[in-house]
């Protein structure tokens, strides 16, 4: 999508991905080579001191192409989208000293869902493959670390070359296209085009080489992928690099992933205000952290969350509003109720027990700007089932939560019950500790109510 935006304006070319930084590394490496220059103990790395008469040779030998390029296409200045660039970022100044990096970031978690779905036969391409080889088992983690061995490059060469760098979030971009599209063209001093969010979709886009798969099918930019993410299973992050990736979140005024993650409804914007230093406080920013200029103490650095943030719409959603119209979910409680109707005396049964008196809530997410979620609180006890607000989880035994999609899906026999829970499209909360023996009870007893015959 950045691409298509870059490529759309009048003075801008940017082909799809090339791996030109990777390219010119290896002509400075080889180029140091002949040049009797020491090289990197790691083949493959940058050598230590690329001499300037190999600078110049990559130089002169990007020229070439890129010239070419520029000609052919009848544009002025070269864009360059490809992965891992900012591991390069400091060659690529030797070699264009007038350089600029567009830093772009997205949601670790939202990150993750898209490798999964990129990759839905194993992790491969896109760099996930060092990663998965770490973890095999793991895809999640494997994902998580790739964001954040990326993040990590990405900001180290932002603050290195802080005013060649300009900062853009995916979920700045696809909620505010045109604004953020002026910001950028503005950082590149170029002309700001007004309507480019629309015309960067056109058939003018080069389609060879390397992409985004789903580009081709997309006219539009909307903001439906953004919560995508919050579906992943957290715990599957290994701690040690769940603390990494918040870090890094935080920095970047996002939401931190915590134990609530994805168990109820999603929150209004996966972005947050960072807190700034105290207005008498000097803070001098670093890798390492933040100094005091009055002691040696480690502070957060500026633009780091000093207090973990509360999701919006996640902690404070009320019951119904009248103003949003019928339920989305309206079928689903219905089926509830008339599972709990015929089953009043099969929940005193042995294998029911002893959950037969417990309370649950069923979360159906719709993703509606004034009811993104609707909830049904299920009183075995009672034999009732009420639309409640999301105050009802917090006294609940337990829950189940997933789209109103796939609770369609799963009623009308589209997706099989125990697929929807294994692939998260569902997803069983427990609110207290309990056995594997006692999910797999409760999400027997979700099953008959619903009426799927298939656990009959």
Known sequence: MLRFLLDAHPELACPPETNLPGLCAQLATVWSLIEGAPLSANRGDEPPEVPEAAIDGVRRTMDRMVGSYLIRRGKKRYCDKSLGTARYAELLMRVYPESRFVCMYRHPMDVISSGVEACPWGLNGYGF????????????TALANFWADNTSATLAAEERFADKCFRLRYEDLVDDPEGAAAGLFEFLGVEVVRGISEACFSAERERFGPAD????YTSKITVDSVGRGWSIPATMIAPHILV???????KLGYLTVDTDWGTT???TDLRVPVAAPPPDTEVTTATSGAVREDDDTPVEAEGTATEPPVREGARDSGTTTASCGPLRSQRLGERLQA????SSERAAREDWQPHGNETFVVVAITKGCERPAEYWLVDLGAATVTSVGREAQDSS???????????????DG???FSVALRSCQLRYCDNG??????ADTRISMTAHLLGLVDWQ
Not at 400 to 407: D, F, M, T, V
Not at 433 to 438: G, N, W
């Open 339 to 342: 599972g709990l109707a015929a």
């Open 414 to 416: 589209a997706v099989n």
């Open 265 to 267: 409804e999603p929150p």
């Open 129 to 140: 493959e060092p990663y998965i080889a770490v973890t095999p088992g793991n895809s999640i």
């Open 397 to 411: 035994d337990w829950d189940i939560i997933g789209s109103a999609y796939a609770w369609d899906q799963v009623i």
């Open 213 to 216: 798969h789903k580009i081709w």
């Open 244 to 250: 990494v990736v918040n870090d890094l979140a935080g």
């Open 433 to 438: 500790d309990s056995t594997v023996a006692t």
